[in-house]
Structures are given as structure tokens and as C-alpha cells.
């Protein structure tokens, strides 16, 4: 079985300062991990993705994550947020030994940027 | 342009009426999936197909019927409408070459039940 929980359902910042949004997980395997970004009217992007590579994972838009096993986190960061970061973020846990790979998508963070 | 579209963008039906939602991917992904995504329950998994003849039950799939019979159309039809149809759907696609392939989505198409 596997879930996830974004634990936060709104985040507000402004222009210029960091962006954290958290995202727990569940796995009784080894999971793969995914950030995607949803703008309004619009299907969602891939951010990033967990390979088990590396524990810090780099994406698009200047954004990264770190997965730490210990604490099951894959929290979402971005040293300066820009006004076109405002979106929905959906953190998506999967794991090979799912039926088919399926994808279990946390219930996704609002972003809202200030300016 | 490789890509994966979804048709119509915005849908308004009656209760009680057959609709069909389009989804063409150009990427020859051999896996798909329908999703509806609803304030308050993020996405939830309709029906996905692992191939082409080859489908699946997601997580919410009454109401719904899908084929696949040709790799690059996933059709999705609700046989008869009702409110609670309501709702946002995307179709995805992926290659699942290896457990961490990602989806990829369509821009969704905006249901209404009146």
C-alpha cells in the first residue's frame, strides 16, 4: 500500500522569498517520488522526479527536493519564488510493485506568490 | 508535434445523456489513464490500459466504460450522466519503461452535468 500527504493545502509567499511545500509518503517498497505543477486550465507538468541516484533531485525551474528516507519526505523547495510559480503542486508516490505503476497523488498544494 | 491532446476542452450535458472524451498521445506510450480531478479529492484514478485491448479498473470507475483499441486513443464514455460526473478529466500517459517513468498529461477536458 502506498499514499501520500501534502501537509499543507494553501502556502502563501512573497515574490523573492523561499518556497517549501511538504509532501510525506507511505511505500512498502522502494518508492519512486514526483512533483508535478498544475497552472489553472492546464494538465500537470512534471517537476522533478526521485530515482534513488541522488537524495537531493534538481528540476525545472530552479526548484529541488530531498528525499529523507528516515523522516519519508520529499518536501518541495525554491530558494526565490517568482510570480509565475503561483500554481497547484501535486507531490505522486509509485512504486514498481503497484498494480500496472499506478500513482498515488497527494491532494496538492495551492502556491500563492505576493508581490 | 508529439504530445498528448484531449477533446473536447469544455463539455455541457444533460443527465442522462451518452458523452464521449477524446484522448489521442503521439508518444506510442503503451500505458494509459483517465483521471477526474475534483476540489477536495485531488486526482482520483478512473480506468487505465496497459495496451492496446488491455484495460483496467482504477479507483472510481462506475459509471464509466473505456477502450483501447488502437495504442494512441484512450476514449472515455460516461454511457449515461449524471451531476456528480461533474468534474475535470485528464488523460495521461506514460512509457513505464522503468518504475520511476513519469506521466505525462493532456490539458484536460471541463465536464458539466446539468
Known amino acids: 500500500a502506498q499514499s501520500v500527504t501534502q501537509l499543507d493545502s494553501h502556502v502563501s509567499v512573497s515574490e523573492g522569498t523561499p518556497v517549501l511545500l511538504r509532501c510525506n509518503y507511505s511505500s512498502s517498497y522502494s518508492p519512486s517520488l514526483f512533483w508535478y505543477v498544475q497552472h489553472p486550465n492546464k494538465g500537470l507538468q512534471l517537476l522533478l522526479k526521485y530515482t534513488s541516484a541522488a537524495t537531493l533531485v534538481k528540476g525545472i525551474n530552479g526548484f529541488e527536493a530531498e528525499f529523507k528516507k528516515s523522516e519519508t519526505s520529499f518536501h518541495l523547495t525554491k530558494p526565490s519564488a517568482h510570480m509565475s510559480d503561483a500554481a497547484e503542486y501535486f507531490c505522486v508516490v509509485s512504486a514498481l510493485n503497484t498494480n500496472a505503476g499506478k500513482s498515488t497523488f497527494g491532494d496538492g498544494t495551492t502556491l500563492t506568490v505576493k508581490p | 508535434d508529439a504530445g498528448i491532446t484531449q477533446s473536447p476542452r469544455y463539455k455541457i450535458t444533460e443527465t442522462g445523456r451518452q458523452v464521449t472524451l477524446m484522448c489521442h498521445q503521439t508518444w506510442s506510450h503503451s500505458y494509459m489513464f483517465w483521471y477526474r480531478q475534483d476540489l477536495g479529492h485531488g486526482l482520483r484514478l478512473i480506468y487505465y490500459?496497459?495496451?492496446?485491448?488491455?484495460?483496467d479498473k482504477g479507483e472510481v470507475p462506475d459509471g464509466y466504460v473505456v477502450s483501447r483499441s488502437k495504442t494512441e486513443n484512450f476514449p472515455l464514455t460516461l454511457e449515461s450522466a449524471t451531476r456528480s460526473q461533474t468534474s475535470v478529466y485528464f488523460c495521461?500517459?506514460?512509457?513505464?519503461?522503468?518504475?520511476?517513468?513519469?506521466?505525462?498529461f493532456g490539458n484536460g477536458t471541463r465536464l458539466t452535468v446539468t
Open positions: 490500459s496497459a495496451a492496446a485491448d488491455i484495460t
Open positions: 495521461a500517459s506514460s512509457d513505464l519503461s522503468s518504475y520511476n517513468s513519469p506521466l505525462h
